[in-house]
């Protein structure tokens, strides 16, 4: 029962970080996140970036993201309707501001990066492919292979 207990509370830890992190509307004011996890995405209310590192793509929003060992990483967008209905893109740039250079993207929802460089920061870019696709919500999940 007390292991039970304890695996609610972790769970609970979780959801709150899942719900901290929405992601900053420009690459010049990025949400800062770092390690592994879930981080919420919202779209709802993004703009288009134009002059931001890799391709311009609708409503798009960015996270600083610096991994704690370096490796290889995986980054997959979650949600039971988000390859239906949310259509996203990841792309990841070196480097932490509207300067960096594009390392990888526009991909799906799914993106697999090798030789990343620990407590360098990296410029994740979430956008849309259809701005006219009615869900704008998800979760990153940054994983560690």
């Given at each position: 029962?007390?292991?039970r207990n304890?695996?609610?509370t972790l769970a609970a830890?979780?959801?709150i970080q899942v719900v901290a992190a929405?992601?900053?509307d420009d690459c010049s004011a990025p949400t800062v996140i770092s390690g592994t996890g879930v981080f919420s995405v919202d779209l709802s209310s993004a703009s288009t970036s134009l002059g931001a590192p890799c391709d311009s793509l609708e409503q798009d929003v960015f996270f600083e993201w610096t991994p704690d060992e370096g490796g290889d990483?995986?980054?997959?967008m979650t949600n039971p309707l988000v390859y239906v209905a949310f259509h996203p893109t990841i792309q990841v740039a070196v480097?932490?501001?509207?300067?960096?250079t594009c390392l990888a993207g526009p991909f799906g929802r799914y993106i697999a990066l090798s030789n990343i460089v620990a407590n360098q920061?990296?410029?994740l870019r979430i956008s849309k492919t259809d701005p006219a696709g009615p869900f704008t919500t998800g979760w990153l999940e940054?994983?560690?292979d």
């Amino acid at each position: 029962m007390a292991q039970r207990n304890a695996m609610r509370t972790l769970a609970a830890v979780a959801l709150i970080q899942v719900v901290a992190a929405q992601g900053g509307d420009d690459c010049s004011a990025p949400t800062v996140i770092s390690g592994t996890g879930v981080f919420s995405v919202d779209l709802s209310s993004a703009s288009t970036s134009l002059g931001a590192p890799c391709d311009s793509l609708e409503q798009d929003v960015f996270f600083e993201w610096t991994p704690d060992e370096g490796g290889d990483y995986r980054f997959k967008m979650t949600n039971p309707l988000v390859y239906v209905a949310f259509h996203p893109t990841i792309q990841v740039a070196v480097g932490g501001d509207c300067n960096s250079t594009c390392l990888a993207g526009p991909f799906g929802r799914y993106i697999a990066l090798s030789n990343i460089v620990a407590n360098q920061p990296y410029l994740l870019r979430i956008s849309k492919t259809d701005p006219a696709g009615p869900f704008t919500t998800g979760w990153l999940e940054i994983v560690k292979d």
